[in-house]
C-alpha cells in the first residue's frame, strides 16, 4: 500500500484532533499510534506535529507527550521551532550581535595554542576548492574563535545558531547567495577577513577583533542581500 504523502498526512491529522484529543490539554495518541493511523512514517508524522505546533494547534514536551491546544504559560519555546521560523535575515542579525564581542574576549584569552589553531583554519578556508571544503573551515573558524574566548556557554549558544544554517530557509537562501559569489569569495575576501579577526586577537586587541569580527559578518549578510537574492 503506498505511503500517505506529508499534505495529506497532515490533513487527516487536522481531523483526527477532533476524534483523540477534542478538547484542549487532552492528550495525543504516540507518534507510533499515530503512524498506523495515518498510514504514514513517523518522519512524516512527526513533520505534521511540528506544523500544528507551529501554529498553536498543539504543544510537546519530552517525556510527557502530545497535547491539544497552545502551549501553557511560562511553557519554553522548543528549539527546533525556534529554529525552524528564523529568517536568514533574524539569524544574521543574531551573528551580529553576539560573536564581534565573542571575538573580543578571544582577544583577552587567547592562548598560542589557540592562535596557532586559528591560523590553520584560515590556511584551510584559503585552500578551499569546495563549497563544502569552503564552508567547514567557515564553520570551523568562528567556533575557534568562541573556543578561543573560554567560555563554554558561548560555544554552546554559538554552535545553536549554527546548527540554524542547516535549515531549509537558510539553505535555499545561501543556495543563491553561493551561486553568486562561488567558492572563490570563500578562498579570498572570507579568508582575508578571517585572517584580519585572527591578527586583532594575536595583537590583543579586543576592539580591533570586535570591529573585524563585525566587518566579515556584515560582508556575508551583504552578500546574501544583493540583487539576485532574496533580501
Not at 1 to 12: D, G, N, V, Y
Not at 34 to 39: F, I, N, P, R, T
Not at 99 to 112: C, G, K, Q, T, V
Amino acid at each position: 500500500m503506498p505511503r500517505t504523502s506529508s499534505a495529506l498526512a497532515l490533513k487527516r491529522l487536522r481531523a483526527l484532533l477532533d476524534e483523540e484529543a477534542a478538547r484542549i490539554g487532552d492528550r495525543l495518541p504516540t507518534e507510533r499510534a499515530l503512524a498506523g493511523l495515518l498510514k504514514c512514517s513517523r518522519q512524516t508524522v512527526r513533520a505534521a506535529l511540528l506544523e500544528l505546533e507551529r501554529e498553536g494547534e498543539i504543544w510537546r514536551q519530552v517525556g510527557k507527550g502530545t497535547f491539544r491546544g497552545p502551549a501553557p504559560p511560562g511553557h519554553p519555546v522548543k528549539e527546533t521551532i525556534l529554529l525552524s521560523v528564523t529568517a536568514p535575515a533574524q539569524l544574521m542579525q543574531a551573528r551580529l550581535m553576539i560573536e564581534p564581542p565573542i571575538a573580543a574576549e578571544a582577544a583577552r584569552r587567547a592562548s598560542a595554542r589557540d592562535l596557532a589553531y586559528l591560523w590553520r583554519l584560515v590556511a584551510q578556508g584559503r585552500g578551499a576548492c569546495e563549497r563544502v571544503e569552503a564552508e567547514a573551515a567557515d564553520a570551523a573558524f568562528h567556533h575557534g574563535v568562541a573556543e578561543a574566548a573560554g567560555n563554554p556557554v558561548l560555544i554552546g549558544f554559538l554552535d545553536y545558531l549554527a546548527s540554524a544554517r542547516r535549515r531549509a530557509a537558510w539553505q535555499r537562501e545561501w543556495d543563491q547567495t553561493y551561486r553568486r559569489i562561488g567558492v572563490r569569495e570563500f578562498a579570498g575576501l572570507h579568508s582575508d577577513q578571517h585572517a584580519d579577526v585572527v591578527t586583532a586577537i594575536a595583537r590583543g586587541d579586543p576592539q580591533a577583533a570586535q570591529g573585524a569580527m563585525r566587518v566579515h559578518l556584515t560582508t556575508i549578510m551583504n552578500a546574501m542581500h544583493r540583487p539576485g537574492g532574496n533580501g
